[in-house]
């Protein structure tokens, strides 16, 4: 995949989020990895499943600049050339921090899942995934990663701070959640795919795995296929803390590239305009040349 067509989206990509990087560091929290799958199946490079998923890849990235979550199925003329995929934005992310969170996701599947049928990367500021068999509005409830951090003892005030946010997420409504008090802070996010009460049962299995699965630890991450439940005793998680700086330096890095491509759009016209001056004066000489040459 990263060998044939897809090199020149991927190599724009890397580009463009090596850039922004430099110019942003504090994006880094969203585009940190958390983890990374890929499907055993292979396919033929230069296939039609090939084109496809670059299709795919393609609108993911086209579509996370604004919108937080979507999903697309590429056809095909046979069944093996359809590709599904969707990207989930956390709920909090502006517009420009979703756009470079899933084009980085892109840009690492082009690398983790080359010539694989099937991939996912989870960053801490989004999802992405694509397989050929559908997976669009399936429920699953697979612990794909469960990460508890050193236990405190059975520290009451934490634990039951601990609690009250876990229930308080659990009893709300809607995809994206948070809650927090005093220390404790907490997150909680179903993908966009899921129904409602699917949400609420994904989201209570993910509650009651962190609870009974890592006790009294200091923080812990409970990411299942469709959704993820996540807590932290001690404030050293700020999973839904976004400030309007955040975001501020997130859309001043997604106009500094539009300003890049722009910059090298208007580089790319200038120097065609000369070339073709050089090109018009240089026939004007041969052409005067030959009437000299002509008279004499």
């Not at 599904?84 to 709920?91: E, F, H, N, V």
């Amino acid at each position: 995949m990263a060998k044939t067509r897809l090199r020149p989206l991927l190599s724009l990509l890397t580009f463009l989020l090596s850039v922004s990087s430099l110019l942003t560091p504090s994006l880094s929290s969203i585009d940190s990895f958390v983890y990374g799958g890929c499907s055993q199946i292979k396919y033929s490079p230069n296939s039609p499943y090939e084109s496809n998923l670059n299709s795919l890849l393609t609108s993911l990235v086209n579509s996370a600049t604004y919108s937080a979550y979507n999903k697309f199925s590429m056809m095909g003329s046979s069944p093996q050339d359809v590709v599904y995929g969707l990207y989930q934005c956390r709920g909090d992310l502006a517009m420009p921090d979703c756009a470079t969170c899933v084009a980085r996701s892109v840009s690492q599947l082009g690398v983790l899942c080359s010539q694989s049928c099937g991939g996912a990367v989870q960053l801490q500021g989004c999802f992405v995934k694509y397989d050929n068999t559908t997976f669009l509005g399936v429920e699953d409830k697979t612990v794909v990663l469960k990460k508890c951090g050193p236990s405190i003892g059975y520290d009451t005030g934490a634990m039951s701070g601990r609690d009250a946010v876990l229930g308080s997420m659990g009893g709300a409504s809607g995809p994206y959640r948070v809650g927090g008090t005093g220390d404790v802070q907490g997150v909680a996010q179903c993908v966009g795919d899921l129904s409602t009460s699917e949400c609420q049962d994904c989201l209570s299995e993910a509650i009651g795995r962190l609870k009974s699965d890592c006790g009294t630890a200091v923080y812990g991450d409970m990411f299942l296929a469709k959704c993820y439940a996540r807590y932290s005793t001690t404030g050293a998680h700020a999973y839904a803390k976004s400030n309007n700086s955040y975001h501020n330096e997130g859309e001043k890095t997604f106009a500094i590239i539009i300003g890049l491509l722009a910059g090298v759009a208007l580089l790319i016209i200038f120097l065609t305009f000369l070339r073709k001056v050089f090109e018009g004066n240089a026939a004007a000489e041969q052409c005067a040349l030959m009437a000299c040459h002509s008279n004499c």
